[in-house]
């Protein structure tokens, strides 16, 4: 690996500004959040798209004067208002559009897909006009959220399968004046619920809602948790039963809500459209059954388009907001009042849509790993071993005519001198020379090949074995998780020199000890992409080549893990006040020591045997009592840093 040295400014005149914007695709992704600065610098609008371009670079160097270092993750808290905006909007705008006169919508938004108490605070500060409300999948999620200041009317909604316990701290809920849905997943959660709902005497109780398995199936990377097979819901024969039971414990008042899910970012709104028709046929027919439901709870997948190709691939959507809000209005609308039954109240869980948006991680390229090595400088003499005769002749002859015979000539030539080396007939300043002579050939074959209308599919993986690997401060376990566990798309993008035309061809891996740890995979409006174009990396006017890893606010906070114990990086809130940037909280992430004693290493224990392993050194003359404090010292102040380069 070389280090990233300063590098002149390339020759190559610089890019009118729109093609910059159509070269890194910000045209497509990211909702107009994104743009470039004449300077060239990536600028993001913290607001929305309407608020003023500002250059990321100032904003990670406010950070710094606050102390933050790289990796630095910005969240940008007016986002989340937009979004929530946004969404709500589209819902009034598809009532008013449909004649929907009694209808109303509620955003939830589920604590899973990112519980961060920043961020939660923010939702719930931004959607407070909109009647936000939360949906939570376990205990330790509900106990959050009836502490939280949510606003008059929201709603918990219970999910996920609930013990005895866990329905009681509902009813505790409950009776501190919260408005409390538990959901009922399964019929074997019944008894628990109608046992707990008695044991708890005269006083507010939770309202019950059900949980539909519809047959409508979702789509993209997570439709294997919808339909008949799905893991959480009630079939119909259970949900019946379910509505038998309930009734006969006298408890039929309570079941206010029906609720069905359909998966996560799901790309075909056609999809949304059988289950929205599903759905609103289900609660019609238990409303007529004489079972008061209000609310129907439309459950998340609404998509968000992190590649910008408006298609229904897993990493894209074919269906804008206001789609997705006008099909479920009007196809809900339209079995109501077959039906003749009354509009529900609407809720939907759209956490990925109304999160992701709102974080971006920034990370300083420290290196690069290049596929080739430079051929030895010195040309082969006729002393030199016949495989290195060979292979500069390869190099020094190869031509648009003869590159594939050449090309697959230098493969066995390059196999043939590992087999020669293994048995100790060239020594190693051969293999040196035969290595890089033969990324000489490649490179040249490479070059012919790209001229060809159809490349054939070797040089397509020999494309991909020459690309450039960059060395990133960062972690994709703890920062990008879902890219290394299901291969979700980020949209990548240098902070600044977006006007020079990029000249790498690049991978990205982090700095933990895992071959797993890097990006392979990039945004394309067309195709999935196996490298990054690029720049060369180095030092310019005192910053290191650094790169924003965007849209990843959305599950990625606790997904990570801290794999070779690198923990959450520093974190940094944006504001904008008046068309200025400030930030309005610093946060440091975690140091070593915090790493260390999630793990059960004390800090003082492991500071005290280091010391005494010093003194042990003193004793034995071996190291001098003064070098002993220092050393002890530095290993003391380590635990303080950050697990992460430079800091």
Known sequence: MRNTEPHPVPDSPLLPLEDAVELWGLHLWGDGLFGVAPSGELTIRPAGPKSPPIPLGQLVDAAAARGLRTPLLLRFPQLLGWRIETLATAFAAAMAEFGVVDGAYHPVFPLKVNQRRAVVDALLAAGRPYGISLEVGSRAE????????????????????????????????????????????????????????????????????????????????????????????????????????????????????????????????????????????????????????????????????YEGSRTASDASMNYSVQEYANDAVFLVDEVCREEQVPFPMLLSESGRALTAHHAVLVTDVIGSIEADPPPAAAPAGPESPRVVR????????????????????????????????????????????????????????????????????????????????????????????????????????????????????????????????????FVDPRDVRDHLALHAPGTRDGRPYRLAVTMIGAYQDVMGDMHNLFGTPDEADIVVEQGVPRVLAARRGDTAGSVLSLLGYRRDELVAAVDRALAGEVDAGRLPPGTRRTLAARYADAFEASTYFGC
């Open 142 to 305: 509900l106990l959050a959220a009836l502490a939280l200041d949510l606003a008059p009317g929201a709603m918990i909604v219970v999910n996920g399968y609930k013990d005895r316990a866990t329905l009681e701290l509902a009813i505790l809920g409950a009776r501190a004046g919260r408005k409390v849905v538990v959901v009922l997943e399964k019929l074997f959660e019944l008894d628990d619920l109608l046992a707990a709902l008695d044991a708890a005497g005269d006083g507010a109780l939770p309202e019950i809602g059900l949980r539909a398995r519809l047959y409508a199936r979702g789509a993209g990377k997570w439709w294997k948790s919808t339909g008949v097979t799905a893991k959480f819901g009630l079939s119909t024969a259970a949900m019946l039963r379910a509505v038998e039971r309930i009734g006969a414990a006298g408890r039929l008042d309570l079941v206010r809500m029906l609720h069905f899910h359909i998966g996560s970012q799901v790309p075909e709104i056609r999809r949304f459209k059988t289950a929205f028709r599903e759905a609103a046929r289900v609660y019609a027919k238990l409303r007529r059954r004489g079972v008061p439901l209000e609310i129907l709870d439309l459950g998340g997948g609404l998509a968000v388009d």
């Open 390 to 521: 060979e292979m500069e002749h390869l190099a020094e002859h190869i031509s648009a005519k003869n590159y594939r015979e050449y090309f697959h000539d230098a493969v066995l030539l390059r196999d043939e001198m590992i087999t020669l080396f293994n048995v100790g007939l060239i020594e190693l300043e051969d293999r040196a020379r035969v290595q890089g002579l033969f990324w000489r050939v490649c490179r040249a074959a490479l070059r012919h090949a790209r001229r060809e209308r159809v490349p054939s599919e070797e040089f397509e993986q020999l494309e991909r074995a020459l690309d450039e690997r960059f060395v990133c401060n960062f972690s994709v376990f703890q920062s990008t998780p879902d890219h290394w566990a299901l291969g979700q798309l980020f949209p990548i993008i240098p902070l600044d020199r977006l006007r020079e035309p990029p000249t790498r061809a690049a991978t990205l891996v982090d700095i933990t000890c895992d071959s797993d740890g890097a990006i392979d995979r």
